[in-house]
């Protein structure tokens, strides 16, 4: 494998203290059937908490965050073109012949960033 162009990405930094889960999401469409590979990580969390005390006892949530390739498109040997969504939180993919690529931020309750890149490759 040759790398020959890296892209880098990052989701700057995001608050959400109201306990409602936001997303953040990051598109592209230019790949022109390239090889990539592509690996996103949080680079900042800092957790929230929701605590709350009664006569049952005490109650609460945790802040979370998760990042990854939500989906992305690529053309199959057959000349093709295919979609793959993930319902989980994919943390690095190869995709051969990529057209398009999303990945997407999940954060609750937290201050939250995350980085990657896209590695350009021929085999």
């Not at 989701?11 to 598109?27: L, S, T």
């Not at 469409?29 to 690996?39: L, R």
């Not at 005390?53 to 965050?65: M, W």
Request: aromatic share 18%.
């Amino acid at each position: 494998m040759n790398i020959y162009y890296i892209r880098e990405f990052w989701f700057d930094d995001f608050y959400e203290g109201n306990g409602n889960v936001q997303r953040a999401f990051i598109n592209w469409t230019d790949f022109n059937q390239q090889n990539i590979k592509v690996t996103a990580q949080l680079n900042v969390f800092g957790p929230g908490a929701y605590i709350a005390e009664d006569n049952n006892g005490i109650t609460g949530d945790l802040g979370f965050a998760a990042v990854g390739v939500k989906s992305y498109d690529y053309i199959d040997d057959r000349g093709n073109p295919q979609h793959v969504d993930n319902s989980y939180f994919v943390p690095h993919a190869t995709i051969h012949k990529c057209v398009g690529i999303q990945l997407e931020l999940a954060f609750r309750r937290a201050w939250v960033g995350a980085t990657g890149a896209i590695y350009y490759f021929t085999d």
